[in-house]
């Protein structure tokens, strides 16, 4: 995920013109039947921690389990599951230390804290609204509003103290700004002396693996590791419901490629797709976004820049219009060179249409080999591959040959010593080699330096050995490239919900959720027509039919059949299963289909497996409606 | 999850003599074929932390999916998915603050840290060992070695310097002991000033969230809810590999139940199975692990408290059996009354047997009603569920009913304490009201006290109108209790690790694991017998058909098929289906399941509903043999 920028770009999106997107009548539902809550919420809340309930925590199960299907599976990459807990050294080496920062200041008298460039650009929104505002000022403001982006502590503090502005809500005076890492911050053990955080991102679990996974696909290049799992973000002052949160689940692929072949065997499966692009440089030209260029033109244009990429790109698209976004609702942004998180070269946002503007929900980053190299010089393990040269190369070097036995008894006074001076020999870079050899060749001795102290390896007392030597090498090592797709799960979450949110026609406080089946949260309810005994001695052998296909189910007993209806759409379960008169007579049951309101009549047998198989996309609800009579009794129910 | 206790049961588990598990070949297998890492292993790791590679990630995953499947599918439950960060109040009011706590003692100059019931145990250990102990003596440190679990600060101070107890490595002296509380803790917000901490077990979410769960369920009790999540621990010195880590997978079910009727629907189903029960009884009495007795007869002599709770030790049972545990190395004990969880009322461990001893790896506490109750107090929010009484009851009361208009304008010098004063009124307990009646009663007016100042509320002035009633009541509130199932997922990984891993009977070298298809990491690998396009061109359409059938795979191309069968049966992988000259001719491959090394030859259309049919226990590879003709040409293979 991206560690800057991203924001930008939303708060521009809102002020876009959307369609009307019914948020109030989202929220209600997902409130009232238990998608997400406010965690916490009778000790009231903490900002941007929200809980899964059983319907929001299944659309998130299956919407984790349908990318698993579509990635893992299809892609065949390697699945690990790293830990939350990341000591400092690995953050710090990703740059995440220094960089995951935003600027805050604080009410010097209520200690309330904001996100400086969120403070100023609503208090410029304020002033613009004042009357009398003139053309220039107006102008002078705007100008403010966009470079705050890119301010930093001296130039915000300079800005709040020439423009005079106060803390929001009580007019106190502000401090000095200052940077806020947002990373949480923990102890790991008990001498409160190893600091550690909760990881940012899941890549870096990826990147410290390396060696391991590479040794897993028999040291093969290109392939890709993938992890479903938390990432933390201790917001500043978190706002926007689930599109802002501390804790959330991502879902990220790193997938190592050779950059001499940034190729894509299946990218021809894919070539032919046509997704809108925005290109960084139409934004800035205010140039359109495409929409008619297929992902074969576009990489031959060189506006998306290898093969990996675009097919990444088309197969986030499919991904995301399988489990429920509006194709004309996502578009593919490219950052700018200003926006681009510290790692990164290039970077693609999937970008999906909400109430609240355009938001980036999955990000495709190239990452370079920032990580692999930086964790290389830090961990002193080579984390690379290699490849074969076309032509052998001669290369010629020096050998350091240190005899450590002698070394440590001649140096046995001083053993720790010793140990970091064969330790400080293993590591010499071929440029000091070449520095100790020259030595060597001249008095057949070496000076080391460990930690300030001088150590002298002598030929003739045996303790060091050097040789120059020519070699043949027939492959030499690289850096592998990382292009990453990282989605964050909670956002899509989110969309998917705002996208599949629809009104009966006839009746607009009849709301439903048309979620394609196989991310539905329960894909059955069972509806005994009337609730006595004749009726609920059906309810057990229809939950086993479902059960032994792994379809989940809500029984729900109570009410008029029309009411229970309403009930179960306002949640999203695609199928009605009812038992009635008829089911008494021959063990059928009717089926009814959510969006569409169809009926037909099936035996109690057969309704497990029509179910799975149009939950697994093997089997489509049209097709299924033409082989089973229809039921029309059922018209009279809906209204 | 029970926070006491099971450290010293474990602990003892160790003395006993256990099977020749092969420990050192199984963490070989685990490390080289990337099931499971130390985290974080290029900078040194960190103690208790370990990542799951593609192996260890897939059978991690399918073990939750089986679980998901036999519990929540199977019994209805409520998935819910809570966050791990987690404010002070939530886990004061649970007791975790106070009582999540082990004690720890330093080195003095090191600072190394140890448990220090750990440290004593293991000094006793030496010191038995050495030349020339007495009985007397011998007995006295076996005293001290028993007593230590119970110990507190001041005993365990006492007892390091009695004994002259040393930091272990170093000899140094020792602190004295403090109390480490084991949550890891964090700031939530820029602030400074919110505590929180990263949960200890995911029940908290439940509690928390047990209105919203109520009425889900339509205001019906009993029902359970259920989560899948992480867990953290921030043990003091961990070791035991998988089995004591700092940050670990739960799968928690909180079974709500009316404490009036414990029993359950379904009890009848599993009455007849028969469990290893030890209970507490026959631990302090060093009575046998009773092996004949059905879960029936158990909750019928009470030596199982309740159908819930025996319904629950049953379905762990299945659960456990079916993912590949050994009937013979499972066994249910009680908690002894001083080993309980400061919550429980009562506590069956599910431990398995493994080369550490006997290990808890699942936990069902009766936690009573102390969680809904403390959090109701705490957060004046009413966790309760109601019951209808079978006879109407009169009850009399006060009505308090202030009139916050006048109120607000009588004191509108001082609105804080005015809103101070009437929150207060508002949570007006029934025996306070009492108090003020009798005093509205003489004299028209009240007084009430709100932080030390008094406030007089007057009849006369419309402040405040009080009156007695009497109310038919036909239905009461309750707490319910809560019956937890909770099980350490990592820990029945490992478990099922050391009970599937297996050598082929004429090869020593050659291991494999026989777990059940269900949860194997790769259920097939597709294996070309000559790497060649001829043979190369089948394994996209093998692909294709498996990945329609959702099964997980893994190509092979390199080496003999017999090497490329050792490496498959090495991490598990149950059916590999081999492209071989026939297939060439009639598109028929051979299938050879793992454990009986026997092979069939299938059409290639069919292989990937056999394997899937296999994984989902709807076919048994017994029967599937049956219906497709022997490959006899592989025992020559197969050495």
Not at 239 to 256: K, N, Q
Not at 431 to 439: F, H, I, S, T
Not at 522 to 549: G, T
Request: proline share 4%.
């Amino acid at each position: 995920m991206s560690t800057k920028g991203n924001k930008k770009k939303e708060k521009e999106g809102q002020k876009k013109e959307v369609p009307k997107y019914d948020r109030a009548g989202l929220e209600n539902v997902m409130k009232r039947r238990f998608f997400v809550v406010p965690a916490f919420e009778i000790y009231n809340g903490v900002a941007g921690l929200y809980d899964y309930g059983p319907t929001g925590c299944a659309l998130k199960n299956h919407i984790e389990q349908f990318w698993r299907e579509h990635f893992i599976l299809e892609e065949n990459l390697l699945e690990i599951s790293g830990t939350c807990l990341t000591p400092e050294i690995v953050l710090k080496t990703s740059g995440h230390v220094d960089k995951f920062t935003d600027y805050a200041v604080k009410d010097v008298k209520t200690g309330q804290c904001f996100r400086a460039d969120k403070l100023i650009k609503e208090w410029v929104d304020k002033e613009k609204k004042k009357k009398k505002v003139s053309e220039a000022r107006v102008k002078e403001l705007e100008e403010l509003a966009t470079k705050v982006d890119n301010y930093e502590e001296k130039e915000i503090d300079e800005a709040i103290e020439k423009y005079k502005i106060k803390s929001p809500d009580t007019g106190n005076e502000l401090s000095k700004s200052y940077q806020f890492n947002l990373m949480f911050e923990t102890q790991i053990g008990p001498t409160g002396g190893f600091r550690g955080f909760l990881r940012p991102e899941t890549a870096q679990g990826h990147f410290v693996n390396f060696k391991n996974l590479l040794n897993f696909n028999s040291n093969r290049i290109p392939f890709g590791s993938a992890s479903i799992g938390l990432g933390f973000r201790n917001e500043i002052a978190p706002r926007s419901g689930l599109l802002r949160v501390r804790e959330f689940t991502m879902a990220e692929i790193e997938y190592f490629v050779d950059p001499q072949h940034k190729e894509h065997k299946k990218f021809h499966t894919l070539k032919d797709l046509k997704l809108p692009l925005w290109s960084a440089k139409n934004q800035l030209s205010n140039g359109p976004i495409e929409t008619d260029m297929t992902l074969g033109e576009a990489v031959e244009k060189k506006i998306i820049d290898n093969e990996t990429l675009g097919y990444f790109l088309g197969k986030t698209y499919l991904f995301l219009t399988g489990i429920g976004i509006r194709k004309d609702g996502i578009r593919f942004r490219q950052h700018t060179p200003k926006e681009m998180a510290h790692y990164a070269s290039d970077c693609w946002d999937a970008e999906i249409e909400t109430s609240y503007g355009w938001v980036e929900c999955a990000g495709h980053a190239d990452r370079t080999c920032f990580d692999l190299s930086h964790h290389t010089e830090a961990s002193g393990v080579e984390l690379v591959a290699s490849r074969l040269l076309k032509e052998t190369k001669v290369i010629k070097g020096v050998k350091l040959l240190p005899n450590k036995g002698s070394i440590f008894k001649d140096f046995k006074d001083n053993k720790e010593k010793a140990k970091k001076l064969c330790e400080k020999l293993d590591r010499t870079s071929e440029a000091d080699k070449e520095k100790y050899m020259q030595e060597y060749e001249k008095t057949g001795k070496i000076e080391v330096d460990v930690d300030g102290e001088k150590f002298v390896l002598d030929k003739e007392k045996n303790e060091i050995k050097m040789e120059r030597f020519e070699q043949n090498v027939h492959e030499e090592k690289y850096y592998p490239n990382v292009i990453e797709p990282s989605f964050g799960i909670g956002r899509i979450v989110y969309c998917v919900m705002e996208h599949c949110f629809k009104v009966r026609e006839k009746d607009a406080r009849r709301t439903y959720f048309d979620f394609p089946p196989a991310v539905a949260p329960y894909k059955a309810s069972i509806l005994p027509l009337i609730e006595n005994e004749e009726f609920l001695k059906f309810v057990e052998p229809i939950r086993k039919v479902l059960v032994q296909n792994g379809v989940s189910y809500k029984i729900d007993e109570a009410d008029s059949i029309g009411r229970r209806y309403a009930r179960t759409d306002e949640i999203g379960v695609p199928f009605g299963i009812t038992i009635d008169d008829i089911t008494l007579k021959d063990n059928t049951v009717t089926l009814r289909e959510i969006d569409t309101m169809k009926q037909i009549r099936v035996p109690i047998d057969e309704v497990g497996t029509i179910i799975k198989n149009v939950c697994n996309r093997t089997e489509k609800w049209e097709d299924i409606v033409k082989k089973y009579p229809a039921f029309e009794q059922a018209k009279k129910e809906e209204k």
